[in-house]
């Protein structure tokens, strides 16, 4: 059962309790660029009490570094060390896990963030970004070469998608049965500033269709990110805490990481999802209605 929490003891008990907080990000500090009330001074109040600090978002829009970019524009202390993207999870399972040969290529649907991690893993990529697959004109097979070095068609969160980038993509899968079909993450919807947006798993959906396989994904809840975080920091599960908005990624991956869950309701999960009759399988540990009400517990 999830525990509401509602007064000042109640967030002072969980920053007693946690030593490390992760949080996730679109939907629980920011929609699109619109910062979430309180956010800042609930940060700064987590520093103040020397907890450590990650973000751990399935956004594969940005790399490490765009996102500290992001931060400073929007008056968030963070370091670039401190960030763990499904971008650079992408790339270290590439590199890391699937060992891509460096002669093989990966095919992209996604944009610069995501093609940023690839190059500084080294990966060597086509499509995304590039000018000649970001058209509306009509594709037709016998005007496209696939590359023969292509060894990976990987889908992010691409909002300039399209018939060509789907069909070179779909090539590559369906006439390589090697070529390995990943995607960053596959959130259904994506919380913007001004309401739901299709999400990263809406852009690799059109391949599953016509492929009939299903990618293997990279994001949250797979442990992928939480083995990224591992290889470079030391914590205790026990008093970890993970903090986000959507169940079947956030919470998920909190509880396959037999970490503590914190869900806010500022992103995509209703309360109705979390108690009463319709209430989810995946229960958080604790909810709240925004990660800003740990202000409460500012002294
Ligand atoms: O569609 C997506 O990729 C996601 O909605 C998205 O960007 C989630 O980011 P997170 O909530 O993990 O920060
Ligand atoms: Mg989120």
Redesign the pocket.
Known sequence: MAKRLVSAGDYEQLLSKYDTWLF?????LWQGDRLIDGVPQVLDLLRSRNKKIFF??????KSRKNYKTKFDKLGIEAQVDEVFG?AYAAAVYISSIMKLPKEKKVYVIGMKGLEEELEEEGISHLGGTDPADNTLNEFHLKNFTPDPEVGAVLC??DTSVNYTKLSKAFTYLRRNKDCAFLA??I?S???SAEGLL?????ISAPLQCALGRSPISI??PAETMLDCIRAKYRFDPERTIMV???LN??IEFGKRGSLATLLVLT?ITHESEVVGPNASATVPDYFTDSLGDLRAAIP
């Open positions: 996730d990000c679109d939907g629980v751990v978002t399935n956004n594969a829009t499904s992010g969160l960053t993450n959130d919807t994506y919380p299709p999400g990263a798993g809406s994001g949250k986000g908005d959507r990624t956030d992103g």
